[in-house]
C-alpha cells in the first residue's frame, strides 16, 4: 500500500508516517518547504520519500498526486493557530489552506478512485451542552474561523468522495511541533503560579496512538465520519495541567512543585480571540462498533510523551 501524507512537518503527520514505516508500507511525505523540515529525531520520517506540495495551488496538488499515484491520501496539513485566524489579514489565507487545499486533494483522489483521510475537530458544533457529540451528527455550527474552516474541508471531502474517513479529534498533542504539553511545562519554569480554564470539557489525544488508529482504518473500507481522542475520561484543561505537573515531579522534574495552578472561568481568563467550545466531548463508539481499537487513556499518553520529549 502506498499511502501519501500531508502535512509532515507537523505532530500527526510526522507520526503517521513512523507508523506507515513500521508496518511496512510506502509512506511518502509531504509539506509546503522543499525538503522535510520537521523535528530531525532520527526517526523514519526524516529519511522518508519527501514531496514539496502547496495544498492551496490546484496545479501543484494535481502535478504531485498524479505522479506518486497514491493508494490512500492521508491528510494532515492544516491551518491549526486558531486565534490567529480570527485576524483579518489571515482569513483569506486559513480558508485556503483548510477549504480549498482540502478541496484540491479530494478532487484529485476522486480521479484516482484513491481513499482519503481528513482530520477534523470538534470545532465544527458549537460546544454546547454536556452531551458527547456524534460522529455522524450534522448539527454544525462553528464559533470561529478556524472551525468554519475545517467544516468547509469535512464538505468538501463527504461530497466529493465516497471512499473517505473523515476523523475528528481534540487537545492534540505529540513530539513534533507546539502543543498545550509543552507551553505548560515551558511556563511553569518561569511562573510560581498559573491560571487555567476549567469549564471548557474535553479529551486529548496523543498523535502517537492516533497515528495507530488511522493506519487501522486504512487498512479497512470501514468509511464514513470517526471521533477519536484518548480514553481515559473527559476532563477540563485544569484537570489537564494538574496531571501534566503530578506526572513530571513524579518523573524527577522537582522544579514544577512550586507551581500552584488555579481554575478559572472562560469568562475570567478571557484573552482568547476566537470563541472556544465548552463541550468538546467527543463519542467514540463507533469505533469499538466498526472493530477498531480505542485509544490508550490519556494519562497514560502523557507517561509516555513526557518520557519521549526533552523539557
Not at 44 to 50: K, R, S
Not at 73 to 79: I, P
Not at 82 to 92: F, G, H, N, R
Request: hydrophobic share 35%.
Amino acid at each position: 500500500m502506498k499511502v501519501l501524507v500531508t502535512g509532515v512537518a507537523g505532530q500527526l503527520g510526522h507520526d503517521v508516517m513512523n507508523e506507515l514505516a513500521k508496518r511496512g508500507y510506502e509512506g511518502i511525505g509531504s509539506d509546503i518547504k522543499d525538503t522535510y523540515s520537521g523535528i530531525p529525531d532520527g526517526t523514519a520520517v526524516v529519511t522518508m520519500p519527501y514531496v514539496p506540495m502547496d495544498i492551496t495551488d490546484k496545479a501543484s496538488v494535481e502535478k504531485v498526486l498524479k505522479e506518486v499515484n497514491p493508494d490512500v491520501v492521508v491528510h494532515c496539513a492544516a491551518w491549526t493557530a486558531v486565534d490567529l485566524a480570527e485576524d483579518e489579514d489571515k482569513k483569506e489565507t486559513v480558508r485556503k489552506v483548510n477549504a480549498d487545499g482540502t478541496r484540491n486533494i479530494a478532487l484529485v483522489c476522486k480521479d484516482l478512485g484513491c481513499k482519503m483521510v481528513y482530520i477534523s475537530t470538534d470545532y465544527v458544533f458549537d460546544g454546547q451542552g454536556t452531551q458527547p457529540w456524534e460522529p455522524d451528527c450534522k448539527d454544525y455550527k462553528p464559533l470561529n474561523v478556524y472551525g468554519e474552516t475545517k467544516l468547509a474541508g469535512e464538505l468538501a471531502v463527504s461530497e466529493n468522495l465516497e471512499k473517505y474517513f473523515i476523523v475528528r479529534i481534540a487537545w492534540v498533542f505529540g513530539k513534533n511541533g507546539k502543543n498545550f504539553i509543552k507551553t505548560m511545562l515551558n511556563l511553569g519554569k518561569t511562573h510560581d503560579q498559573l491560571r487555567v480554564v476549567s469549564d471548557q470539557i474535553g479529551t486529548p489525544t496523543y498523535t502517537l496512538d492516533l497515528a495507530v488508529l488511522l493506519v487501522d482504518m486504512i487498512e479497512t473500507e470501514k468509511y464514513g465520519y470517526y471521533h477519536a481522542t484518548n480514553e481515559g475520561g473527559y476532563i477540563s484543561w485544569y484537570d489537564f495541567t494538574k496531571e501534566i505537573f503530578r506526572q513530571a515531579i513524579e518523573a524527577g522534574h522537582k522544579e514544577y512543585e512550586k507551581v500552584t495552578v488555579t481554575p478559572v472561568t472562560t469568562e475570567e481568563y478571557g484573552v482568547s480571540k476566537a470563541k472556544r467550545p465548552f463541550n468538546s466531548r467527543l463519542d467514540k463508539s463507533k469505533l469499538t462498533a466498526n472493530g477498531f481499537n480505542l485509544l490508550p487513556t490519556w494519562q497514560d499518553a502523557v507517561k509516555r510523551y513526557l518520557a519521549e520529549i526533552e523539557f
